[in-house]
């Protein structure tokens, strides 16, 4: 067992804003951390990392309390931060060295990820036209996409076995979002150990084999992803036909989702009675263009889970 | 507070010497501060040049070629005897005569452009003595009116004998007469009423201002530098890292380092500027140093300067090498006193307007302790004085330089100190206690109130 969290607790003043966290990951891999805005995903973070102090509870790494000072970590904030006016070389070397990292090293680093994240011309001095050196850019020149880039070379800087990535994929274009897919692909590659936390729930599902979903700073769900969908069954029923299903329907007592031109989505008790649907609709002779029985998305059971608890407020 | 809470302190220390270094504005305002010390020396020294040769023209270079004399009172003017006292006044040709004041006057013509008439008479109540020169003449009327004072105090003094009264007894006569009224309860053994010297008034102001640039620009700089780590989300990054102590002690001691430099360059720019004067004017610096002082106090405080200002101080060299150690040490406690308070300041705000605002503090501090450093040196009370002694933040300009001079023991030095350590450690360990909280701290700027809220819910919690 590599990372344990165990009854992690925060109040400020009277209020809670983490209640009892515990998960644990046993292998490498990547889990997620997911939860609506001011559920305590970022606060519960920031204690796991010893960055805020907490109330109760223990988080805990290779048997031993993590410490973020002493221990090799990797944080890519929710809030992108770089200093404004010092040049990014400084900044990342600077960044390096607070994880321990020497400077010869740092710069290595520095320059495979510039490469990788196509982004040498703001940390290195380019040329211009007419051969003159030109200064590589100031960080506030940069557009949101490269700031990101530069603050996860600074997360990777170390070559941590614990990566932590609040939002990673926020307000980066498809091109960037492949590139920064890759770069999480080959750190679980390497066996690392990822926590993400995320509001995009495709990605979710694209990394995450284990989630806790936090609502109102309590966990309301826990578990391997693909356990939850299971235990929720084959209940989302999405039918794509020419004619007019609407009637058998009802006939058959499903309850309608969503109904757009010539598509339906259903949602049914088992799969008896997706089959009786799928037995009429032939029998009208009905032309299915496509007719699938699945899990509950992530996306659904989150708003399932939490919808409820948002709408109280 | 843990060692551990310290870890990292270095590196925070390193790149916030280093960084200051790499900011072309504070490079060129540090190379323009060197060279305005460089040149500062030079610069005096011309000026003291100056108010030499003017001095000399005063007394030598005197224009006056004839002087028409008409004593009309029974006291005799021996031009002889003024020739022998007044050297520089033993060129011009004395012609003693009884023609009219206007028929003298007649003289001053086109060819009497160098020639003065001088009067002696008596109206019954005083005697005047009146220099008449030519309309057009080559003398100066300040060359008149240097020759008319050692005119005068000649003839004072040959009055004087001529009446057959002794210097003594002028002097005598002449002695200052005061009187006072004392409350007992002031008098003191050792409490004498200092009279206000400019030396050490001027001394306490150089200081005092040196204490004062260095506080605000300082605590400036580690407030702005907190808020835009704050402001620009970088505090999150360095916190994975480092403490909120060790960031603040690495601030805090990377900005001392930036000031020590700086003094170093400062000190090596005086000895430069000392270097170069020499060599241009043959002149001792510190000679420049005193006559520029003693202009300075004469212009700004309105009192008449004493040449022997300086050179009346007998200070110890062993006062002054332990003066200088404390004013060295007391501007160290008074920049990590400042320091800390800054840190708390930078860490309650999270934008630069909130700054603004949160400094007033710092601001209005350092300018109440400057303005009752001013106003116990008006007053000249040895109460006021122990009063701005015991003030913190007025005992920071004073203490010292007092010491330095005489006017304040080494009581009053150590009792300075351990008020300012105690309230420095008094104030690092409530920061220790909240920073952490502080720097996560978003949205409106934090009041004292809230920070002492904070402190005790931090406290509450173990």
């Known amino acids: ?313 | 507070m843990k060692k551990s809470e310290l870890q990292g302190w270095q590196k925070v220390f390193s790149f916030t010497f280093i960084q200051n270094y790499k900011s072309k504005s504070a490079v060129i305002g540090l190379v323009l501060m060197c060279a305005l010390v460089i040149f500062s020396g030079p610069l005096m020294s011309l000026t003291a040049g100056s108010a030499a040769a003017d001095k000399l023209a005063e007394l030598g270079e005197c224009k006056i070629e004839d002087m028409y004399i008409k004593n009309d009172t029974e006291y005799d003017f021996d031009t002889s005897a003024f020739k022998e006292e007044y050297p520089s006044y033993n060129k011009i040709n004395y012609i003693e005569t009884d023609e009219s004041t206007e028929e003298l006057r007649k003289n001053l013509g086109e060819e009497g452009l160098r020639n003065i008439v001088f009067h002696i008479s008596f109206d019954g109540e005083k005697y005047i003595m009146s220099f008449v020169k030519a309309k057009d003449s080559e003398i100066s009327t300040m060359n008149v009116g240097n020759f008319s004072d050692s005119a005068r105090e000649f003839f004072f003094d040959s009055r004087m004998a001529q009446c057959g009264v002794s210097e003594e007894a002028v002097n005598y006569i002449n002695s200052e007469k005061e009187a006072s009224v004392v409350d007992i309860s002031e008098i003191s053994d050792d409490d004498e009423k200092d009279e206000l010297n400019p030396v050490v008034m001027m001394s306490v102001t150089i200081y005092a201002f040196i204490i004062m640039m260095i506080v605000l620009v300082s605590s400036q700089q580690i407030a702005v530098s907190l808020v835009t780590e704050k402001s620009s989300k970088v505090m999150e990054t360095l916190l994975l890292s480092v403490r909120p102590l060790a960031i603040i002690v690495g601030k805090i001691t990377g900005t001392m380092a930036v000031l020590v430099c700086n003094f170093v360059l400062f000190i090596i720019s005086g000895c430069i500027s000392g270097i170069i004067t020499s060599v241009m004017f043959s002149k001792k610096f510190d000679e420049v140093l005193s006559v520029t002082l003693e202009k300075m106090a004469a212009e700004d405080f309105s009192t008449q300067a004493d040449p022997t200002a300086l050179a009346g101080f007998s200070i110890s060299p062993g006062r002054i090498i332990f003066g200088i150690f404390a004013v060295v040490f007391t501007t160290i406690l008074a920049y990590l006193f400042y320091a800390v308070i800054s840190g708390i300041t930078g860490a309650s705000c999270s934008s630069m307007e909130d700054l603004q605002s949160g400094s007033a503090f710092i601001s209005l501090s350092t300018v109440l302790g400057i303005y009752m450093v001013m106003g116990a040196a008006m007053a000249n009370s040895p109460v006021f004085d122990k009063v701005t002694y015991f003030f913190p933040f007025s005992g920071i300009y004073v203490v010292p330089i007092h010491y330095i001079f005489g006017k304040a023991g080494l009581s009053d030095l150590f009792i300075i100190w351990a008020e300012i350590i105690i309230l420095t450690v008094l104030l690092f360990r409530f920061t220790a206690n909240i920073y952490q909280a502080l720097v996560y701290h978003k949205g409106e700027r934090l009041k004292l109130r809230d920070i002492i809220r904070l402190s005790k819910a931090r406290k509450g919690q173990g």
């Open chain 1, 1 to 313: 067992m590599s990372l344990e969290v165990k009854n992690l607790s925060k109040k400020y003043g009277e209020k809670t804003v983490v209640d009892n966290l515990s998960f644990e990951m046993k292998e490498p891999g990547v889990y997620a951390l997911l939860g609506t805005n001011g559920a305590g995903k970022t606060t519960s973070i920031r204690m796991m990392l010893g960055m805020l102090a907490h109330d109760s509870g223990e988080v805990l790494w290779k048997g031993k309390p993590l410490d973020a000072v002493s221990c090799n970590v990797g944080y890519l904030a929710e809030e992108r931060g770089l200093y404004p006016k010092y040049s990014l070389m400084d900044q990342l070397v600077y960044f390096a060295e607070l994880r321990n990292v020497k400077k010869s090293e740092a710069q290595k680093r520095i320059k495979y990820w510039a490469e990788r994240f196509e982004v040498e011309e703001y940390i290195y001095p380019g040329k211009s036209s007419k051969g003159k050196t030109l200064p590589p850019k100031k960080p506030e020149q940069l557009s949101k996409g490269n700031q990101q880039k530069i603050q996860l070379i600074s997360a990777l800087i170390s070559d941590p076995e614990l990566l932590i990535l609040d939002e990673p994929l926020s307000g980066l274009d498809p091109v960037n979002t492949d590139l920064f897919k890759s770069v999480i692909h080959e750190q679980i590659d390497k066996n690392k150990f990822l926590i993400m936390s995320s509001h995009q729930m495709p990605t979710i599902e694209e990394f995450c084999t284990d989630i806790t979903i936090l609502s109102k700073s309590k966990t309301v769900l826990q578990g391997n992803l693909n356990d939850i969908k299971k235990s929720y069954g084959r209940v989302n029923l999405f039918i794509k036909c020419e004619g007019d299903i609407l009637p058998l329907v009802e006939e058959c007592g499903i309850q309608l989702l969503n109904h757009k031109e010539t598509e339906y989505q259903l949602k049914v008790t088992g799969d008896d009675q997706a089959n009786i649907l799928l037995t009429k609709m032939i029998e009208k002779k009905i032309l299915i263009v496509r007719f699938e029985l699945r899990e509950p998305s992530l996306h659904e059971i989150f708003v399932e889970k939490v919808g409820g608890d948002n709408e109280e407020k």
